[in-house]
T-cell receptor
Framework: QQQVKQSPQSLIVQKGGISIINCAYE??????FPWYQQFPGKGPALLIA?????SEKKEGRFTISFNKSAKQFSLHIMDSQPGDSATYFC????????????FGKGTSLLVTP | ETGVTQSPTHLIKTRGQQVTLRCSSQ?????VSWYQQALGQGPQFIFQ???????GRGNFPPRFSGLQFPNYSSELNVNALELDDSALYLC???????????FGSGTRLTVV
């Protein structure tokens, strides 16, 4: 079953706007929550990640907000640019299965000029 | 530029055949994982190797097998190919102390 649920499936944002992608997880044993960015024909690239003992992490225009009690985390892309147009995946790591990453189904982001 | 190299980039096989996909990890990355990504989906964990031993496996049948070599390279073997095996196969590597994984660009496998 899908251990990490991601929404929305697709998102269109104007240049300069804020892109927000949400994820929810079920298993409280997850201990690492990364976001990956994937361009067509490429593998996923690590964008930013957070541990459950931190509520927010910011790197440049990218921010993860983490709500442990609600078992939710989100990615905010500030000042979105056309070059940010890609598919974004949230993931969660479950240490009892050899550090496997459990991915969401992805969000296709289009930033219009 | 990714430090993980996969070959070949594209491959077409016939149902029932066997295939071997290859991955070359960054030096010092003693953990390698393989993922299957169907079109429009997130990657699904196949298995992981740590210092040449399998230490985790996802919900994939035994006809999916792998090897990791001392030179940080690895292989994914799939026997008795099925049409549903058509996907992008991704290799990812990491070190002991690095929670993040570096992914290769993948091998696009088409089974006809």
């Amino acid at each position: 079953q899908q251990q990490v649920k991601q929404s929305p499936q697709s998102l269109i944002v104007q240049k300069g706007g804020i892109s927000i992608i949400n994820c929810a997880y079920e298993n409280t044993a997850f201990d690492y929550f990364p976001w990956y960015q994937q361009f067509p024909g490429k593998g996923p690239a690590l964008l930013i990640a957070i541990r459950p003992d931190v509520s927010e992490k910011k790197e440049g225009r990218f921010t993860i907000s983490f709500n442990k009690s609600a078992k939710q985390f989100s990615l905010h892309i500030m000042d979105s640019q056309p070059g940010d147009s890609a598919t974004y995946f949230c993931a969660a790591r479950f240490t009892n299965s050899g550090y496997a990453l459990n991915f969401g189904k992805g969000t296709s982001l289009l930033v219009t000029p | 530029e990714t430090g993980v190299t996969q070959s070949p980039t594209h491959l077409i096989k016939t149902r029932g055949q066997q295939v071997t996909l290859r991955c070359s990890s960054q030096s010092g990355h003693n953990t390698v994982s393989w993922y299957q990504q169907a079109l429009g989906q997130g990657p699904q964990f196949i298995f992981q190797y740590y210092r040449e031993e399998e230490n985790g496996r996802g919900n994939f049948p035994p006809r999916f097998s792998g090897l990791q070599f001392p030179n940080y390279s690895s292989e994914l073997n799939v026997n008795a190919l099925e049409l549903d095996d058509s996907a992008l196969y991704l290799c990812a590597s990491s070190t002991d102390s690095n929670y993040g994984y570096t992914f290769g660009s993948g091998t696009r496998l088409t089974v006809v």
